[in-house]
């Protein structure tokens, strides 16, 4: 299984296999066509309520994380979970986000999730 994560922005290589992108809303300023995007499954990413108590500052990392994971548990996300788990089972897949930090954000949870 092979899972790799990249912003975006950055132009699409040989190497993404199956583009995914993992954002809530489409990245400003990118079109479509150049972002490559071949699944975006809106489902998996974190709750508006979630993303806005995580970048006000109130929480950690940790505990972001840990409610993160619980709301990817929830039937529908689950399930669109398994769906790119299984594409990351048959080839490379790159989780795509508009996100600056990639360390320490929704997409380092997701990228973990999917390589266990």
């Not at 809530?24 to 975006?40: K, M, N, Q, S």
């Not at 809106?42 to 993160?68: C, D, I, M, N, V």
């Amino acid at each position: 299984m092979s899972v790799r994560v990249r912003r975006v922005y950055e132009p699409p290589e040989p190497e993404d296999g199956v583009r995914v992108l993992v954002d809530r809303l489409w990245p400003r300023g990118l079109a479509r066509d150049a972002a490559r995007v071949d699944e975006w499954p809106k489902g998996l990413t974190p709750s508006t309520e979630l993303r806005q108590w995580y970048h006000a500052g109130e929480g950690s990392y940790e505990e972001f994380a840990r409610r993160y994971e619980a709301e990817l548990a929830e039937p529908e996300a689950a399930q669109l979970l398994d769906g790119v788990r299984k594409l990351a089972a048959r080839s490379t897949v790159t989780l795509v986000t508009g996100s600056k930090n990639l360390e320490q954000g929704h997409v380092a949870v997701l990228a973990r999730l999917l390589e266990s």
